[in-house]
């Protein structure tokens, strides 16, 4: 009966206005749909690093930006609409290098027999339909999954939101994880070795994931990043204090080492040394990119941090909110998290120095206290918290990942040419990067979405769906 009554308004609609419209799940959401308006009035930071430019107007035709330049030398087209927008910034949609379509729904730490604590466990819940809109919501037009636990169902949400039949980001679907025994996740496949590796790839590559003959990005253990470098990896995830072993003392071939071992290592690294010099001239001559993933450590190791936010807690269900809270109460207040985290955003900006290709993603898993989109922004805060400047974060969360995807000559900077890819934010975040959360309207190709209700559609469900 439903089928037949909307078929039944589509078939009006044709006749009425000579045109079919999509009735599909995205469109509630969309607040602009010109064919071609103008944002008027507003501050831009174009993506490049530039320092922001204000009183624009930013022209926008046929879901491709035509053209910006101060507002009192506008020539708007004719018929377009003008949005006057004066005390708002619009900056390029976000490119999110570490973005997962789902989030750990709840986090245990197993005690052992004579009480010490153990691994951490996770349970993870895919979020095909939460994820998609947070990030979209954020501000995120183009995203990596960078590791799959159900390929085949991102693959669908990346069909269905490149159909318009559903919101989201433009999805850049990387193949599941390839895992060596043993695996703390049930849900990934163990390798028996290179020819199994060999068919995992092949397949997936086949069934539409980026994986063949195409960039190459790992969290690693077992190999070191110096390995890595040298085998031609395109990408190193989540920065080398929480992730490299090379500096692990006695780590064997092909063994990761456990934690505590780990951390130590890099502990007592000086960034200014010779040996992590070594390692960042390493990573800069062989165009490999480090993919930075602050805010799940802040909040899996940082006491008390980040602020919590009443926007989060909300989206959560409510066994997640539970599950978050008790672990943010279970951060030690001794935790050596502090030190790491510094340690860590100072190797950011050192290999950004260096020239470095830095790009970020939230990575929504850890504690639970990492949201998808929200945890976007909150990368950004965290790259200006190691000493980088509002735009500077901006570009490497915008144009630094579209290099890095080889789309730069069609998103990542404000550029006329450039596809409509933009973020409407209330505020200066140049000024004060928090208000880089004030995100009202995000366009992609030209198409307006709300942020608020975007948000509002996902209440209790992350944790969930
Ligand atoms: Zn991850």
Redesign the pocket.
Known sequence: MRRLTIFVWLFVAAMTYGQTQRLTDATPFVTVNGPVFVLNHVRVIDGTGATAREDQAVVIENGKIQSIGTSASLQAPPHAQLLDRSGYTVIPGLVGM?N?LYYNSSYSVQVGASGELGEPGFVIATAPFSAPRLYLAAGITTMRT??SIEPYADLKVKQRIDAKLMPGPSIDVTAPYLEGPPTRYAAMHELTGPEDARRLVDYWAAEGATAHKLKLTG?LCSVTWHEAIALGIDDL??GPVFADTDFVSGKKPDICPPGPLRDNSWANLDISGSQVQHLIRDLVSHHVAVTS?LP?FEAARIPGRPKLQQRMLNAMSAESAQSYLTARARVPSDSPGMALLRKEMDFEVAFVKAGGLLLA?P?P?GNGGVLPGFGDQREIELLVEAGLSPVQAIQITTENGAIYLGQQDRIGTLMPGKQADLVLIEGDPSKNVEEIENVETVFKAGIGYDSAKLIESVHGQVGVR
């Open positions: 570490h997962h960078t590791g969290h995830e989540h993933t799940v993603g990575d898993t």
